[in-house]
């Protein structure tokens, strides 16, 4: 994922990762990625309560996802903070679970266009 997230940004276009990043080395190594200094970097955090991700798997219907709730135990168990140092390589901008409002929207497109 980073090799190509690092071509789609030396080919001067915008590039969106998305992925669980439940560790912090899993977010580091795109954080990290050297390339241009231009680049602007924004963690969009996504925060919910336990039991409204349980009420959403549940619910699922026709879903292509694989999670099941197994699978959200084990990311609850194992998932990490975002720490102090990926900070500082990237501004966080959390949603919560009733979703992306349009404040949310206007502050990741002047972090991205400052």
Do not use: Y
Not at 17 to 22: E, G, H, M, P
Not at 67 to 81: D, K
Request: glycine residues 4%; negative net charge; contains cysteine.
């Amino acid at each position: 994922m980073a090799e190509i997230a690092a071509t789609i940004i030396d080919a001067d276009f915008t590039v969106i990762v998305d992925a669980t990043f439940l560790l912090e080395t899993q977010r580091r190594t795109l954080l990290e990625m050297e390339v241009s200094s231009l680049c602007k970097r924004v963690i969009v955090h996504c925060e919910a309560l336990e039991e409204e991700l349980r009420k959403r798997i549940v619910g699922r219907e026709n879903d292509p996802s694989e999670a099941n709730l197994q699978v959200l135990e084990q990311q609850l168990r194992s998932q990490q903070p975002i720490s102090v140092g990926e900070k500082t390589l990237a501004r966080v901008v959390t949603i919560g679970s009733d979703g992306i409002s349009t404040t949310k929207i206007q502050e990741i497109r002047q972090l991205l266009a400052n």
